[in-house]
């Protein structure tokens, strides 16, 4: 059982994806079974398909070749009999664009991969718009987003983008899920060049 005192909380796993993981998980169905191991912990194929609103046959078979390139495993603490319990193999997947650049398909998922990201937060985004007259006047003050607009070299920007993990991370393992009033929220974190025409 994991150990939520978030002074004894594990560092997360990571896995940088190879070429082969990265062209395993550029697909739809893929991407939210591991997210939904990520953020619910566990699971069976049943489980999973009825929370994606999917079939178990088409669950099961994308776990499997998410298990191919240990991406997924097996958790055989939690099987009984034929049911079988999936859980994510790393808490964070890293990358840099670049580490694809000898391989076209591995450069093509990895593009498809950071195009369904932008689409993830334009989806999460909308969500909020149409509900956050549901939530309280302190949570519609702290969700939300801004941009800054700088001239920095790209080894500066690399430093800052590290720093900033560091602090998302900071306070990933100083979170506690008790504390009155917690949610579970995602945090993205993007840069991108300012647009031509307002250079």
Known sequence: MENDDPGT???PRAVRIDHRQVRVLAHPLRMRL???LRVKGPATATA???LLGTNTGATSYHLRQLAEV???VEDPDRGTGRQRWWRAAHD???WEPTDFDDDPDARAAIEWIQGDQVRL???HAERWFAA???WSPAWRDAFGMGDSFMTIPPARLEALKADLWQVLERY???ADPAEPDAEQVQVFLAAYPLIQEMR
Request: no cysteine.
């Open 70 to 72: 240990g991406l997924v």
């Open 132 to 134: 956050q007259h549901e």
């Open 172 to 174: 990933r393992t100083e």
């Open 34 to 36: 591991v997210g939904a």
């Open 9 to 11: 909380r594990p560092e």
């Open 121 to 123: 937060l334009v989806e």
């Open 48 to 50: 999973l398909a009825e």
């Open 92 to 94: 964070v997947t890293n």
